[in-house]
């Protein structure tokens, strides 16, 4: 059966009772990017305070009844851990934030605040790409006191040397959280530029304030990404823009996108001689990071190959239970790491591969079902959207930062970052909680 959706609830205006809670929210996320410590202060007040507000509205909800089995799930597959303490420790990466999707599945519930949110999100991501070019062009690095304070430290020419990575602890990690932020600004630029098109009084005045700081914004975060050398926020950026193209249905720009796509891909992986005479046009820069022949001759240990192979063998040896969270490490560094080669790896560079090795096939099933769910019921909105209304184009916005969040995690793992794990589900929650608030009651 077709779900049904009552439009207008979108423009409703916030619950008075959550008013408090909200800006919390807005105050934590503003500040949390640059200063985390100080930021989770008031988003904990939040989650809590919306779960006190509604909860018993939250105890009715079927996908939180579904999350409260999964939680119990995972308690019981470290209880079965190959490495208890290991896994125990693990839960606190799922847990508190399966808190922050309830709570703030309730607290965020129209569009106006998914702007709003975005909004605050995009702000503090300038500041951030300026500290990551003052640390790759002029070897900038934080003073130890800086470090005591923010619980973080900014290494002179970049983690890795030559890869940007700002205030995060590593590059492929600054490029997660640039990737969202990157997203969300174009889906604002957009709706912006629109507005002042419709609103223009004068022939070719279609620009205004928020629009120019958006373009500075966008600019800044595109170069940043090509900057961490990361190749999946290289993937993703052009698929998102590639995304808001195929929205619009603007020709121009997917033709574009998908020329400029195929030439680095060609000069990549195109047979002699395409390649050779791409290779002349594309610097080398793009093709060698993506030949990988920027970083020859690694140990066969730090290969994504080998690291997927090894989560793989742990699936098949226990498909049901897992081995338990955070116990890729230790066996992996038990088999692999040497006196002359030591080894230690943080996890297999793939989220999915590392849930079906660590709780096993069962639980990652549930786990992915639930986020599932979640998405696939705001397709369904956008589709029974009357219109191209500029709310219509922020839903479409956070679904695809998610997507791309989740994309981004399928060639690695960001959930062992306290901020690009927040903002990943925040974004579930806020599309969540559109959901919940635009169906027929």
């Given amino acids: 059966m077709k779900p049904k959706f009552k439009i207008e609830n979108l423009k409703s205006i916030l619950d008075p009772s959550l008013e408090l809670c909200w800006n919390f929210a807005q105050l934590g996320l503003l500040i949390f990017p640059l200063f985390p410590a100080l930021g989770a202060v008031p988003l904990a007040l939040a989650i809590l305070g919306t779960g006190k507000q509604k909860f018993n509205t939250i105890i009715k909800r079927p996908l939180n009844w579904g999350i409260a089995v999964l939680s119990l799930l995972l308690v019981f597959s470290a209880s079965l851990a190959f490495n208890r303490p290991e896994a125990f420790l693990g839960l606190a990466n799922f847990l508190p934030f399966f808190l922050l999707l309830i709570s703030f599945g309730e607290l965020i519930q129209t569009p106006t605040q998914l702007r709003r949110v975005a909004w605050i999100l995009v702000l ?42 700002s205030v995060f602890m590593y590059a492929n990690i600054l490029a997660a959280y640039l990737t969202i932020v990157f997203i969300l600004a174009q889906g604002l630029l957009i709706e912006n530029w629109q507005l002042a098109t419709k609103r223009a009084e004068e022939r070719g005045k279609i620009t205004n304030s928020q629009s120019l700081f958006l373009i500075v914004v966008v600019i800044a975060n595109a170069i940043a990404l090509i900057l961490t050398n990361s190749r999946n926020a290289w993937a993703l950026a052009p698929l998102a823009c590639l995304a808001f193209a195929v929205y619009l249905g603007w020709r121009w720009l997917v033709a574009a996108v998908a020329g400029i796509g195929g030439i680095v891909l060609s000069a990549a992986y195109a047979p002699s001689p395409i390649n050779e005479l791409l290779r002349k046009i594309v610097p ?54 040497t006196t002359q080669i030591p080894i230690w790896l943080g996890h297999p560079h793939s989220l999915f591969l590392m849930l079906t090795a660590e709780i096993g096939i069962p639980i990652a099933m549930l786990f992915f079902t639930l986020v599932g769910w979640v998405i696939a019921q705001s397709i369904l909105l956008l589709r029974d959207w009357p219109g191209n209304s500029q709310d219509r184009l922020i839903l479409f916005s956070f679904i695809v930062a998610f997507l791309g969040c989740t994309l981004f995690n399928t060639v690695d793992v960001t959930l062992f970052d306290l901020r690009v794990n927040t903002l990943g589900w925040l974004l579930l929650a806020a599309i969540c909680g559109v959901v919940y608030h635009s169906r027929v009651k």
């Fill in 124 to 165: 503090p991501s300038l500041p951030i790409v300026i500290l990551g070019y003052l640390q790759l062009f002029l070897s900038w690095g934080s003073p130890s006191l800086l470090e005591t304070i923010v619980g973080y430290a900014i290494a002179p020419t970049g983690n890795p040397p030559g890869r940007m990575a």
């Fill in 284 to 337: 080398a820069f793009f093709w060698a990071r993506l030949t990988d022949q920027m970083y020859q001759n690694r140990p066969i240990p730090f290969l994504r190959t080998t690291q997927w192979n090894f989560a793989l063998w742990m699936t098949q040896q226990r498909p049901l239970t897992g081995w338990g969270l955070r116990n890729f490490t230790p066996l992996y560094v038990a088999k692999y790491s």
